[in-house]
C-alpha cells in the first residue's frame, strides 16, 4: 500500500529543491553577467585612460626634456601650460587630471592640476594626501594601477600611470573616472533586478504552502528532542545542533541543583521531579529568548549563551540564573525546599577543539564552583575572590617543574606565647614569579593523579621541617581524600616510613563536604590514630554537621572558623558561640586554636575567653621555612601582652 503522506513530502520536497535550485541560478547568472559587464567596462576604461596616459607622456618629454621638478618650480607659464595640456583630457567621464610627485621628505605633491573644475585644482608643490595604497604601489613597481573608489561621491575608478620617463623624479599621472558608466550600467541590469524581486515573491507564496504542509512532520520530530519532565531540550537535541554550533558564537554553562540527592533522599523521588521542573521554569526565566537550555543529565542542565556574548553579559545573566533559583524556596507540598545550585561558565569554547571539549571546560568551572561552597558561579578565565584561577595544564607544569612550593603559617600557644605548631599551606609559583594560594587551583585537580601528587609532596614537605626544626606541623586533607584509595594507601605507607616522627603530625579535615560513608570514614580515621599521628577539625562552625564529627572521630584539636573569630570584637553571638564551643571543648578535652586573629584585640579576648591557640596574619604570614636555618620560635609584638589580665 502506498503511503500518500511520505509520498506527497518528497513531492513537496522535489519541488521546492527544483524552485530553490532554478531562482539560484537565474541569480548566480544574472550576477555573473553584471560581474562581466563591469568587468569589461572596467578594461575598456583601462585601455582608454592608458592610452591618454602615453600620449600625455610623450608630450611631456618633449615640453621638458630633462628634471620636470626643477623646471616647474621655476617657471610659471610652464606651469600653465603642463595644466592645460592636462585640461584637454579632463571632462565629464575624466573629471581630474593630475600630476604628482613623491617628495624626498616622503610626501606626496601637486606637479600640475588639469582638472575639468578650475576651483578643485590643486597648486603647485601643493601637499597631496592619497587615500589608497595603490599610490605606493606605482612607484614601488613602476607599473599602472587602479582602484575602484567606495568612500568618494560621484567617482567610480582611480588609474595611476607612472611617468617613467624622468628617471630621477617620481611622478604619478592620475586620472579619476566619475560614475557617469557605473550609472549606465545599472540602468542596463535594473529589470533583472525587478524580476528577481517578482520571482522571489513567488517563491515565497510556494515555500508557505509547502512549509504549511510539512509543519506536523517538523512538529512530531521536535517532540523527540523534548525531556518530557522539564519540557526543556534533552540531549538528542545536542547531537542534532552539533554540526551547526558555532563556538565562535557562543558561550557554554553547565549547572548543577546543589545537593539534590539529599532531596530525592529526604523527601523522595515524586517531589524530586517538582524541584526539577520548578527550577527549568526559573532557568527559563532567567535566560534569554535565543539561549538554549538542554537537560544534560539528572539535576545536570547544559546552558547556551548565544549571539550577543561578552564578559559582562555573561556574568549578568549567570548571576541572575543564581538569584532566580534561589531567591524563593520552591513549595511542595505544604513544605518550602531552599534550593541553590553551581555553575561552570567557559566563555571562549572556540578555544577548544570540539564541543565536547567546550563542555568539559564548562563542567571543570561547575566542579570548581561546588568545591569552592555551592550557590556560586565559576567563569573560565575570569577573577575569583579578585585572583585568577590556574588551569589544570598550568598546575600539571608548575608541579613537574618544581614550581610547588610548601609554606608554613605559625600557630601560638597562647597561654605561653611560644609558637608550638605550624600549618603546611601549598603555593604554586608562576614564571614571573606571581604566587597563586590553594583556592586558585585545588579545585582544578581534585581526583586527579596530580592533585595525589601534590598530596604526597606536601607530606613530605612536612616531614622535612618536621625533621629538621623538631616542631609540629599540620596539613590539609579533604572528606573526599579519605575516599581515594590511592592518596589513603600513600598517606599510611608514608606515616609508616616516619614513624618515630608521626606523633608531630596533625591531618586536619577540611568539611568540603558531606560524608557519603561515615563507618568507612571512622574506620580509616582510626587507622590513622593507630599511626600516632593527630586529627583536627578544621574551619568547625561553617560547614557540615559539625557537631557530629565531634562525636564520631572525637579530634584531637578543633580549628574555629575565622568567620566567627573575625566578630567577636564587635558581635556579641559571636563571644556568645565562641564561649559555647570553647566550654564544649575542655568538656572533651580538645584543643581549639582560633583562625583569622588579624589584631591585638582579638588575640587579648582569645586569651580572656580560654582560646588555646592562635592562628593568623597578627601571629604570622605563611613563610618558606626551606630557606631558613631557624624558625620563629616566640611571638615578638608585646612582652606584656600575655600576662595582661
Sequence with gaps: MINFKNLMIKLYLMLLIVIIVGVVALYVTSDTTLKNEKKEIINIEKVHVYNFAVNIEKRLKKLIPNDIILSLRHNKPLREHINALLSLFSNDQYRYVYLIYLGKKGSYRYLADGSKDINERGEFNQKFNPLSPIWSKAIKYQKPQYTIQKNIKDLWITYLYPITKYKNNKIILAFDISMHEYKTLMHIVRPIHKLLIVISIILFMVLLFIFFQTYIYFKQRKKSNIDILTHLYNRNYLEEIRKDLDLNKCAIAIADIDHFKRINDTYGHEVGDIVLESVSKRLISATRTFDTIIRYGGEEF???????????????????????????????????????????????????????????????????????????????NEKIDTKHILLLQEITSAIEEKRLQAFFQPILDIKSGKITKYEALSRIIDKDGKIFSPAQFLP??????????????????????????????????????????????????????????????????????????????????????????????????SGYSSFNYLLNIKPDILKIDGSIISKISTDENARTILKSIVSICKSLEICTIAEFVENKKVLRMLQFYQVDMAQGFFVGKPLNLHTRKTIPRFLFFDSALLRAG
Design 444 to 541: 582544578m585537580i581534585k581526583r586527579t593523579n596530580s592533585y595525589r601528587l601534590l598530596t604526597k609532596i606536601m607530606l613530605t614537605e612536612a616531614f622535612k621541617i618536621i625533621k629538621t626544626h623538631d616542631v609540629s606541623v599540620s596539613v590539609n586533607f579533604d572528606i573526599g581524600d579519605f575516599f581515594d584509595d590511592t592518596i589513603f594507601e600513600m598517606v599510611t605507607d608514608m606515616l609508616k616510613e616516619n614513624l618515630q616522627y608521626s606523633s608531630m603530625l596533625t591531618i586536619e579535615i577540611l568539611e568540603d563536604m558531606s560524608i557519603s560513608d561515615i563507618d568507612k570514614f571512622v574506620k580509616r580515621i582510626n587507622i590513622l590514630r593507630q599511626l600516632h599521628i593527630k586529627i583536627a577539625i578544621d574551619d568547625f562552625g
Design 302 to 380: 547544559l546552558i547556551i549563551f548565544n549571539r550577543q556574548i561578552n564578559s559582562k553579559i555573561i556574568k549578568d545573566i549567570s548571576q541572575r540564573i543564581l538569584n532566580t533559583i534561589s531567591e524563593q524556596p520552591i513549595r511542595v507540598k505544604d513544605r518550602n525546599i531552599q534550593v541553590t545550585i553551581s555553575m561552570g561558565v567557559n566563555p571562549t569554547p572556540y578555544k577548544n577543539r570540539t564541543l565536547d571539549d567546550a563542555i568539559a571546560s564548562a563542567d571543570k568551572m561547575l566542579y570548581a564552583a561546588k568545591t569552592g561552597g555551592r550557590n556560586r558561579v565559576v567563569i573560565l
